[in-house]
């Protein structure tokens, strides 16, 4: 199976700074990364994705990184705004299952 | 377009009534998903259906029924809930490998 976890609960940062939010997983069949932004009262947004093939992937103002030696992942968001707060899930799946297993999620907290 | 929408936004029932969640999505994906999340927690998966088919059935009661009338819709039956069933209820589509899944708002679910 697979088990995944986030290495802390909540993460304070102020406007303007870049945050990063690590994952850690333990299957190292696992071939698929997502992150996902959880607002109050909504479901999850899909935010990046990366594929075991890759270390790094870039959208706008978000990284993602992937270290498969040591099964790690990480979010980085560039340039934190206030709109960014939410609760973040890093969620793997392995090719051939359907099944996403989540992390424990991470509230990203952004004071001005 | 990367819409998956519910109805109901709420829910309040009692235990002994039956209602319905319903599910739509357009963008064409043959996966469609229901999760159960509480509260401060990672969504768990309770049912898939690949090419309208349920494929994975993550053990939920049977008081929890899915049903997939066509590709792009899919409903929850309710029957008999019990309290500790309140929670929101998501809704996600993907392509048939399971990857890049996109989550709905959800159906805030409250059993008296």
């Known amino acids: 199976g697979e088990s995944v976890g986030l290495h802390l609960p909540t993460l304070s940062v102020q406007e303007g700074d870049n945050s990063i939010i690590n994952c850690a997983y333990s299957?190292?069949?696992?071939?698929?990364f997502i992150w996902y932004k959880q607002e109050s009262g909504k479901g999850p947004q899909f935010i990046i994705d990366?594929?075991?093939?890759?270390d790094k992937r870039q959208g706008q103002r978000v990284t993602v990184l992937l270290n498969k030696t040591v099964k790690h992942l990480s979010l980085q968001i560039a340039a934190t705004q206030p709109g960014d707060s939410a609760v973040y899930f890093c969620?793997?799946?392995?090719?051939?299952?359907?099944?996403?297993?989540f992390g424990t999620g991470t509230r990203l907290l952004v004071s001005p | 377009d990367t819409e998956v929408t519910q109805t109901p936004k709420h829910l309040v029932m009692g235990m002994t009534n039956k209602k319905s969640l319903k599910c739509e999505q357009h963008m064409g994906h043959r996966a469609m998903y229901w999760y159960k999340q509480k509260a401060k927690k990672p969504p768990e998966l309770m049912f898939v259906?690949?090419?309208?088919?349920?494929?994975i059935n993550e053990s939920v009661p049977s008081r929890f029924s899915p049903e997939c009338p066509n590709s792009s819709l899919l409903n929850l039956h309710l029957h008999a809930l019990q309290p500790e069933d309140s929670a929101l209820y998501l809704c996600?589509?993907?392509?048939?490998?399971?990857?890049?899944?996109?989550f709905g708002p959800g159906t805030r679910l409250l059993v008296l």
């Open positions: 259906y690949s090419y309208e088919k349920l494929s």
């Open positions: 969620a793997v799946l392995m090719t051939g299952f359907q099944k996403l297993v």
């Open positions: 299957n190292s069949a696992s071939d698929y």
């Open positions: 990366i594929r075991s093939n890759m």
């Open positions: 996600a589509s993907s392509p048939p490998n399971g990857e890049t899944q996109y």
